[in-house]
């Protein structure tokens, strides 16, 4: 083969990649790895970027950049020796356009020499969309799953879920944890006289003055019918009393107004509480959990058989 035929052939084999690469409907291109000038740019990213001439990759394809971006990956292209160490393949969202691509970047020697960054970006903007569109699905279904629906806050499911959790932290920082169960006081009255909407707007009403009155930490939750528990971590039988007693209170003084009537609701109160210091290691966070659940529950029914509307403490559990 002569030079000058050799020559042809060169030229005719550049035309045929220059033809791949522009009918790829992807963003094909090269970049100096050190000075980062653009040398190379298909159609595709000339079509979505414009000229990259005199310009450096992160000029041209990036969004207000005057130096490399913090995101560069040319580093990860190089292995300890300075040599290419084959591709680096990573999902990004372009500060220029807003679209989500799939890069194929790796170090190649270009035809002078030097060590270039060829980076390949497939648009995946809907393939992304899709994935949002799915993980913001499956939050929605997961925070329905543990919500009440009329009330809007923790359901049964939740309370125990995020108490197994509260549990485990409350043994690991040896503090202590309290419960308080609170049963609205003659709930069926309310139904009876005013109609079962009533009874849901009772239900709704209640649920919101306790939630502005607990801390942020707390975790309230509907666990039946009228009945409501809130578990306290890093409090005292002492500190979860005085809660109580703050929303009590509040259910007392602040009527329900509904169809033009006043309805107030009162409710029972039990509280109870654990030290965790002296649990042993294999301990079991539900049978924990439903033991305190359970000793608060028998604390509110002497409440409501000593009367109604007041608070009644159990025994402080002990598993040491």
């Known amino acids: 083969m002569t030079k000058a035929t050799q020559g042809t052939n060169t030229s005719h084999d550049k035309e045929a990649i220059d033809t791949i690469l522009n009918c790829l409907d992807a963003l094909v291109y090269v970049s100096d790895l050190k000075t980062y000038e653009v040398l190379y740019l ?3 990213g000339l079509a979505q970027w414009g000229s990259a001439r005199n310009k450096k990759c992160y000029q041209l394809l990036q969004s207000g950049q005057t130096s490399p971006c913090n995101f560069c990956t040319n580093h990860r292209l190089l292995d ?3 040599n290419p160490n084959g591709v680096y393949v990573w999902e990004f969202q372009n500060t220029l356009n807003g679209r989500w691509y799939q890069c194929r970047d790796q170090a190649i020697r270009w035809t002078d020499g030097r060590l270039v960054r060829i980076e390949i970006a497939f648009d995946i903007t809907d393939r992304k969309s899709m994935e949002m569109e799915l993980l913001i699905a499956k939050s929605l279904a997961e925070k329905q799953a543990d919500t009440d629906m009329l009330t809007q806050i923790n359901n049964r499911r939740a309370f125990f879920n995020l108490g197994i959790q509260m549990v485990h932290q ?31 707007a009772a239900l709704i009403h209640v649920a919101h003055l306790a939630q502005d009155i607990i ?26 009393a005085q809660l109580a ?3 009590r209170q509040a259910f007392a003084s602040t009527p329900l107004e509904y169809d033009g009537r006043k309805i107030y609701c009162t409710a029972s109160f039990g509280v109870t509480s654990l030290a965790l210091e002296h649990i042993a290691p294999d301990y ?37």
């Not at 939750?221 to 002492?238: D, M, S, V, Y």
């Open 42 to 44: 298909n159609d595709y």
């Open 80 to 82: 300890t020796e300075g």
């Open 170 to 200: 409350t043994h690991r920082l040896k503090e202590s944890l309290a419960v308080i169960m609170f049963d609205l006081d003659h709930f069926k009255q309310i139904n009876d006289l005013w109609g079962h909407a009533s009874g849901d």
């Open 215 to 240: 801390r942020k930490t707390d975790i309230l939750a509907r666990i039946g019918g009228e009945e409501f528990a809130i578990l306290l971590p890093n409090a005292t039988q002492e500190h979860a």
């Open 245 to 247: 007693e703050r929303i």
């Open 284 to 320: 079991d966070p539900l049978q924990l959990l439903s033991a305190l659940v359970n000793f608060a529950d028998e604390a509110m029914i002497n409440a409501k058989r000593q009367g109604r509307n007041r608070i009644c403490r159990s025994l402080e559990l002990s598993f040491g």
